[in-house]
DNA sequence: TTGTATGCGTTATCAT
DNA sequence: ATGATAACGCATACAA
């Protein structure tokens, strides 16, 4: 059928020990004897079979990508940056998305990734996520992507920062009732969510302003769930002046909320979300951005790296990437 | 090292010609040993080597998709169905984009596929795109997603009808002056585009009315192209009344161009797009909703037939899911 | 129903 | 620098 490395071997005359070594640029071939099996597999149209390159080296060449969701921003953005670095190192992707403690009924990863992939890159599961366990109880060499675990190379950006920063925008525009959209109810440790919090937490303490428990909602990180939640801010007795979603998304929930109020973000009341979504700008979000694509590429690249040091159990490197505010019309300064 | 078939046989008292039968559920295999041999293979912890299997049979139990974008939120939703498919097939799904005309500099796509999949899923690449007929001539089992082209099999929407559906929505409610947001100038036939304008101008010659070539922009289906479109309409002498965007990404920037012109969607300018984008909903934008995820799913079950079904070559068979209308408050009755 | 034996196409070890 | 050859782990045609 197809060609065979014994194909070239014997059109070029030499043994398919040579042509593999000549073929992967391995050291100990003469030059002439490599450019002339070059030139012979192409004249073939020889390419080389994964699955016996595989078998025989031990090595799949490719790294599983598990994410929780593959149709939302967030995760569809860092899929891509891995992507375009997985592709320049000649590395199979292998896409499988995971059931979420809610969602829906799938099958658990770790059983899929045995045997066929060298690494993986986990994108936001909890730390706490059983399925997350058993993906690092197989050994493989994993990073984690936007959340971190002890002994585990991850890559997110300063979730504590990221909340202070927006809560501070907030705060300097002379804001004072100031309401938070966080997710939902029962925050795990080591979360972005849980660290978001710990950073509006810390700006509203060092400004001297005291968190009210009734300006905090639930918007479970989803459109419908920050316009709910905004709802239920607007219908206090009290309402807030300013509110802190927690990510782009439930601020476009929040601010429809608004809208249905008959309320206008900015000159009614302030809202910043987080993310530096597509959208934040259409709608003139303020907002903490973080480079999304870039957590990915950089937790790519890491594990490529990984994946090429044999033995180097590395630091277990957590690494955080900057933040920016994003400031727009959506937050004006405190007008009584 | 790890455990092979060949431990699960001794364990066993059998070949491992019958631990390989018995435990891919093939027939003349005796109830008691199958069961028998599925225990022993779960107490070891066996997983079968996907390359020596895939090596010794020649099936690679995967399937590519090839995708221009990751990130944008169509490609991100067909590609959700899509996985949702193959993950309950079993089937390992390797994801590669490819490089638009325009676009970065990547691989091409054709040779990343040879000898490592049994078939492929396109998802809206152009017809004349280079990288798709050597993607076709590599003669792998391939489905099409969002474009059609002849003799291959294909999902996509009615995109005449679409095209028509929108228009015809405006003409409904008392426009004249319809402006059209389109992709890009050069339309390739069978393509989307060319098919939603060829709607487009169904319902106006329907209607009676004229098509005014100065109420066509370019959008280039991206957010700041619709901005920069629906810009260049209402800068005319006589802007349109009414807009048919075509695509909802290009409507949302039409609108952010309104806003800024100090018009609001519905009440000054009626906008209609085309997709049932998440955000739709949060602008209030009227759209010709497609099954974007059902695209994704329904190509993956018939790849998976195809697959499953050797030699016969199916008809190419072309499927073309249902759109509907949905109407919000971006389209509102001409009142001059 | 079960076992035997060969082939799948490389890589890697050990010679030469 | 190059060659011979034994793995690699499974599937399958053929025998029994």
Redo the contacts between chains.
């Keep these: 059928m197809?060609i065979t490395i014994k194909d070239v071997a014997d059109a070029a005359g030499v043994s398919t020990a040579t042509v593999s070594r000549a073929l992967r640029g391995l050291p100990n071939v003469d030059a002439s004897t490599r450019e002339r099996i070059q030139k012979i597999a192409l004249d073939l149209d020889y390419?080389?079979?994964?699955?016996?390159s595989?078998?025989a080296s031990g090595r799949?060449g490719?790294i599983a990508?598990i994410t929780p969701?593959?149709?939302?921003?967030y995760?569809?953005?860092v899929?891509?940056g891995v992507?375009?670095v997985l592709?320049s190192a000649g590395i199979?992707?292998?896409?499988?998305?995971v059931s979420t403690p809610e969602g829906q009924h799938?099958?658990p990863p770790a059983?899929r990734l045995?045997?066929?992939v060298d690494g993986a890159l986990v994108i936001a599961l909890s730390p706490r996520d059983a399925q997350l366990q058993e993906v690092l109880d197989l050994g493989l060499p994993t990073s984690l992507i936007g959340l971190t675990m002890p002994g585990v190379p991850s890559v997110t950006i300063d979730d504590v920062m990221a909340g202070r920063m927006a809560t501070q925008h907030l705060i300097n525009l002379g804001h004072e009732r100031i309401g938070v959209i966080t997710g939902a109810a029962v925050g795990s440790p080591f979360t972005a969510e849980t660290d978001r919090y710990r950073g509006f937490e810390a700006a509203m303490k060092d400004a001297g302003i005291a968190i009210d428990p009734m300006l905090e909602a639930y918007g479970y990180f989803t459109?419908p769930g920050g316009e709910q939640a905004m709802t239920a801010l607007l219908t206090q007795r009290k309402p807030p002046t300013a509110v802190f979603a927690m990510s782009d998304e439930m601020a476009?929930?929040a601010?429809?909320a608004m809208r249905s109020h008959g309320l206008q973000p900015g000159r009614d009341i302030s809202i910043v979300g987080v993310d530096g979504h597509?959208?934040s700008e259409?709608l003139d979000l303020s907002t903490v951005a973080q480079p999304v694509?870039d957590l990915g590429r950089i937790a790519a690249e890491a594990l490529l790296l990984q994946l090429r040091s044999p033995g180097t159990e590395s630091a277990a490197e957590e690494i955080h990437l900057p933040t920016r505010l994003i400031v727009r019309s959506s937050t004006r300064p405190y007008a009584p």
């Design positions: 197809a390419v080389i079979s994964p699955s016996a595989r078998l799949t490719s990508v969701y593959i149709a939302r921003w995760f569809s953005t899929l891509s992507e375009s592709q199979d992707l292998l896409l499988m998305s799938r099958l059983p045995r045997r066929r459109i476009f929930g601010i429809r597509d959208m259409l694509p």
